[in-house]
């Protein structure tokens, strides 16, 4: 029988790869690049999706990306129990595929059957055709053993709650008694919530227009412009976003613009504004003239697309908020936010590698910057004014400890009380936890400046 020239049909047929194990191979290179190259999850998504026409297979890559980013710390460390020796590097996508694949069965529910079969398609999609059967035998066992394996995993509060050991360690140190709660939540998808812009519609009306699209939401009593939906949605096919009617926003962040309090005619300083999404929830509450500064100059066009979607302007500044001699025009603020660079442990839920690239050596040179931060701005704000000091931290280092420290030999500053509508107790401030209120975790103190 004569082979079939190169191009025919044919061979067309036979090198083609299914849909499904196509899907699966974009995936583990994406993983990949997250859990071994320090990828961030939304950069490698962002990567992956463009290869992807249905809306469908992207919704699926999503998916399994974030709940194998989130469980990697667990699934991985199955992966190596059942292997009798490590992988080679130049296999490791075939190890991320395998970690895909135990989240799939585990955590998605996909069945095992198409599992199995379309990740072993995958590996050869890899170009790792050597490992196909590896990869088979790997994924069998991992179905029979599951119950004995998972458990075994339980035994370790690092593979039981997929955290790095010095997370979880600060968890149980700052919070014991809602450390449990803490790490559930961490591991639970979070909601999608929406902040309306009130210069452009009511809540009422954004409810009545997604209602008659078909989506449900919900429009918690304890936040006056969140609508939360109850299942996930590409945002920008819901009504009104192209006219700019809402934002994407945690329940958390929109307590910032409550708390600060904004009046017409004050000077509002977000120190450390991108991507933008409380300048603008500011700039939706009260005629304020706003400077949104941030030290990432590659940040700021983000920021001008945002307030330019919501029809809202403001003034728009690249530089350090710990120098502001290089940036500030010596006229003073009346309010004065400082959304500091934190640990984002309060947002693991949402951005799940955040477990796999913080490291506990981090805190202590962030704490530092929170500390240069505060003291650095603290002469910009006008005597009555009011600063609010705010991170996505659950750790008491971050928070209470920073502003303690602040607050120390400064007679002119005073803690304004908050009340438990914002959290738990944490020195001069409050603490949301991760889930309490279907919200992130949160960090809030408030400082007055006495005349």
Do not use: S, Y
């Given at each position: 029988m004569s082979r079939p020239p190169q191009g025919s049909p044919r061979r067309a047929r036979a090198q083609a790869v299914p849909p499904g194990a196509a899907l699966r191979a974009d995936a583990a290179r994406a993983l990949a690049r997250v859990a071994l190259d320090g990828a961030s999850l939304r950069s490698a998504?962002?990567?992956?999706?463009?290869?992807?026409?249905?809306?469908r297979d992207r919704a699926l890559l999503a998916a399994t990306l974030f709940e194998a980013s989130r469980w990697?710390?667990?699934?991985?460390?199955?992966?190596?129990?059942?292997?009798?020796?490590?992988?080679?590097?130049?296999?490791?996508?075939?190890?991320?595929?395998?970690?895909?694949?135990?989240?799939?069965?585990?955590?998605?529910?996909?069945?095992?059957y198409a599992v199995v079969a379309a990740s072993v398609e995958a590996v050869r999609a890899l170009g790792q055709p050597q490992y196909a059967g590896l990869a088979n035998a790997l994924l069998r066992r991992f179905l029979r053993e599951r119950a004995s394996l998972e458990a075994e995993l339980d035994r370790d509060p690092v593979t039981r709650h997929a955290h790095p050991r010095?997370?979880?360690?600060?968890?149980?140190?700052?919070?014991?008694?809602?450390?449990?709660?803490?790490?559930?939540?961490?591991?639970?998808?979070?909601?999608?919530?929406?902040?309306?812009?009130?210069?452009?519609?009511?809540?009422?009306?954004?409810?009545?227009?997604?209602?008659?699209?078909?989506?449900?939401?919900?429009?918690?009593?304890?936040?006056?412009d969140a609508i939360v939906l109850a299942a996930s949605a590409d945002v920008t096919r819901l009504p009104g976003y192209a006219e700019g009617a809402f934002s994407v926003q945690d329940g958390a962040a929109q307590r910032v613009a409550d708390l600060l309090a904004p009046a017409a005619g004050m000077r509002v300083l977000d120190a450390c504004a991108a991507p933008g999404g409380k300048s603008a929830h500011l700039l939706e509450r009260a005629d304020i003239d706003l400077v949104a500064l941030d030290a990432d100059p590659a940040r700021l066009p983000r920021v001008r697309e945002n307030l330019d979607?919501?029809?809202?302007?403001a003034t728009i500044v690249a530089g350090d908020a710990g120098e502001p001699e290089g940036w500030w025009d010596g006229k003073p603020f009346q309010r004065i936010l400082v959304d500091a660079p934190c640990s984002a442990t309060g947002?693991?839920?949402?951005?799940?590698?955040?477990?796999?690239?913080?490291?506990?050596?981090?805190?202590?040179?962030?704490?530092?910057?929170?500390?240069?931060?505060?003291?650095?701005?603290?002469?910009l704000l006008a005597p009555g004014g009011r600063l609010l000091y705010a991170t996505c931290s659950l750790l008491r280092a971050e928070n209470e400890g920073v502003l303690a420290e602040f607050l120390r030999g400064r007679?002119?500053?005073?803690?304004?009380?908050?009340?438990?509508?914002?959290?738990?107790?944490?020195?001069?401030g409050r603490q949301n936890l991760p889930g309490e209120g279907g919200m992130d975790g949160f960090y809030y103190a408030l400082v007055e400046k006495q005349s």
């Open positions: 998504l962002a990567e992956a999706n463009p290869r992807i026409a249905d809306a990697w710390l667990r699934f991985d460390a199955a992966l190596a129990r059942l292997l009798d020796k490590p992988l080679p590097p130049k296999a490791r996508e075939v190890r991320a595929l395998l970690v895909l694949a135990f989240a799939q069965v585990a955590v998605l529910g996909l069945p095992e010095w997370l979880v360690d600060a968890i149980e140190r700052d919070w014991p008694g809602q450390a449990a709660a803490i790490l559930a939540a961490n591991n639970r998808e979070a909601p999608l919530t929406l902040r309306l812009n009130r210069r452009r519609t009511t809540r009422e009306a954004l409810l009545a227009r997604l209602a008659d699209a078909g989506i449900a939401a919900l429009a918690p009593d304890a936040l006056a979607r919501l029809g809202l302007a947002i693991v839920r949402r951005q799940p590698d955040i477990k796999l690239h913080r490291r506990g050596a981090d805190v202590a040179p962030l704490v530092a910057t929170q500390a240069r931060l505060l003291a650095a701005l603290w002469p007679d002119d500053a005073r803690a304004v009380p908050l009340d438990d509508g914002h959290g738990h107790a944490a020195g001069v």
